[in-house]
Nanobody, 125 residues
Framework: QVQLVESGGGLVQAGGSLRLSCAAS????????MGWFRQAPRKEREFVAA????????YYADSVKGRFTISGDNAKNTVYLQMNSLNAEDTAVYYC??????????????????WGQGTQVTVSS
């Protein structure tokens, strides 16, 4: 059974940084694509970033490009989202997701097979 467990969320001041972690278990993820999404109150879930675990290719939403970095540690089956220069618009619940396809990514939440429970990120202005 696949499990994704996020951690690292919290309260941070505008301009600050946080690093989210997503620990994956229950499967060999070498041929998976891992993604981060977020959902703010009264808004739809939106794509943030993704990484192909097999090749390491990364993808970013325009809103976070240059500020966020997604990376993966194959040995630990863990994906990270380093978030810098945070602003109030980044406030949301952040979710880790996985889809069993390599060399692929999607910005559509329904394309992903597995989800974590989410971690809250709050940026105070």
């Amino acid at each position: 059974q696949v499990q994704l467990v996020e951690s690292g969320g919290g309260l941070v001041q505008a301009g600050g940084s946080l690093r989210l972690s997503c620990a994956a278990s229950g499967r060999t993820f070498s041929r998976y694509t891992m993604g981060w999404f977020r959902q703010a109150p009264r808004k739809e879930r939106e794509f943030v970033a993704a990484i192909n675990w097999s090749g390491g290719t990364t993808y970013y939403a325009d809103s976070v490009k240059g500020r966020f970095t997604i990376s993966g540690d194959n040995a630990k089956n863990t994906v990270y989202l380093q978030m810098n220069s945070l602003n109030a618009e980044d406030t949301a619940v952040y979710y880790c997701a996985a889809v069993g396809r390599s060399y692929y990514y999607s910005v559509i939440p329904d394309e992903y097979d597995y989800w974590g429970q989410g971690t809250q990120v709050t940026v105070s202005s």
